[in-house]
């Protein structure tokens, strides 16, 4: 199990990797070659773009994420925007838990423009700054992974004050599940 940063991990044991995509995706390599797992779960918490009806403490799971383009950036055509979960594991992990298989949108920050939020959701249903980074890294390495993740916000303006709010139920609910599997 990983996580962004050690208090997503609580007393579950596993091993932050660090935040945001730079960071997540060097600790990550670090962590496939240290441990040499059988799978990974990343556990965390995340935030619900607009239309998504999951509610503060709901747990999802990741089937892909995308890298998130702002207007006005260009990608080159070599460069991947999708990550795939292993699809498998995703669909098993969502069965047992019972929990909706989501696409995450993961970027450099956090979304806090209410219109960019609602842009975004028109093809994700949850923002992730790091699981882009794992699922990539995982895929690299022939690692089946996926993301356990529990809603602590909504995307757009407030969300920075409702994850200071809720992030410490949305991460014992991320927690949780993960033990679950």
């Known amino acids: 199990m990983v996580a962004a940063y050690a208090p997503e991990l609580g007393a579950a044991g596993g091993r932050a990797v660090g935040v ?56 080159p055509s070599i460069l991947s925007s999708v990550a795939e ?29 209410d219109e960019e939020a609602r ?7 949850v923002e992730h700054l790091e699981s882009f980074a794992v699922l990539s890294v995982a895929r690299h390495h022939l690692v089946p992974a996926t993301a356990v993740l529990a809603i602590a916000n909504v995307v757009g303006a407030n969300a920075h004050a409702e994850w200071r709010a809720n992030r410490e139920r949305a991460e014992a609910a991320a927690i949780a599940a993960a033990r679950r599997l």
């Open 20 to 75: 945001g995509l730079v960071a997540a995706a060097a600790g990550m390599e670090r962590a496939l070659a240290e441990e040499r797992p059988a799978r990974a779960i990343l556990v965390g918490t995340a935030g619900a773009l607009p239309g998504a009806a999951l509610p503060i403490g709901s747990v999802v799971v990741v089937a892909r994420a995308q890298l998130i383009v702002r207007p006005g950036e260009y990608v």
């Open 85 to 113: 979960a292993d699809a498998d594991f995703a669909a098993a992990c969502a069965r047992t838990l019972g929990a909706p298989l989501v696409t995450a949108a993961s970027g450099i920050g956090i979304t806090s423009s």
């Open 119 to 125: 842009r975004l959701a028109a093809t994700a249903a």
